[in-house]
């Protein structure tokens, strides 16, 4: 079992900046691949980006490639969301999601686990 606990979301202006954190608990961190998603109210939840620790890939949305970055702290179990130029369209609930195996990064389907979500608004 995995537990994952976000943070960092909030209320912040277009083209300001917000760091994302999902802590994560009760396995062993580096065997998984952890991932952001995010919803929109009347919206399906979408991939946002995602890491593997294991051959180091990352894997991006095109909606965000080039302002927002994951990265991980295996000492600190924990994934971050580096997230800049921020627009009214990202504003969502996001979600940190893990699992091992995962074939198709981008399928929220693909993650056992989840956290309960960080709410990140941008205002124009």
């Known amino acids: 079992q995995v537990q994952l606990v976000e943070s960092g979301g909030g209320l912040v202006q277009t083209g300001g900046s917000l760091r994302l954190s999902c802590a994560a608990s009760?396995?062993?961190?580096?065997?998984?691949?952890m991932a952001w998603f995010r919803q929109a109210p009347g919206k399906e939840r979408e991939f946002v980006a995602a890491?593997?620790?294991?051959?180091?890939?990352?894997y991006y949305a095109d909606s965000v490639k080039g302002r927002f970055t994951i990265s991980r702290d295996n000492a600190k179990n924990t994934v971050y969301l580096q997230m800049n130029s921020l627009k009214p369209e990202d504003t969502a609930v996001y979600y940190c999601a893990a699992d091992r195996g995962v074939v198709d990064t981008t399928n929220p389907n693909s993650y056992d686990y989840w956290g309960q979500g960080t709410q990140v608004t941008v205002s124009s």
């Open positions: 009760g396995r062993t961190f580096s065997n998984y691949l």
């Open positions: 890491n593997r620790w294991r051959g180091g890939s990352t």
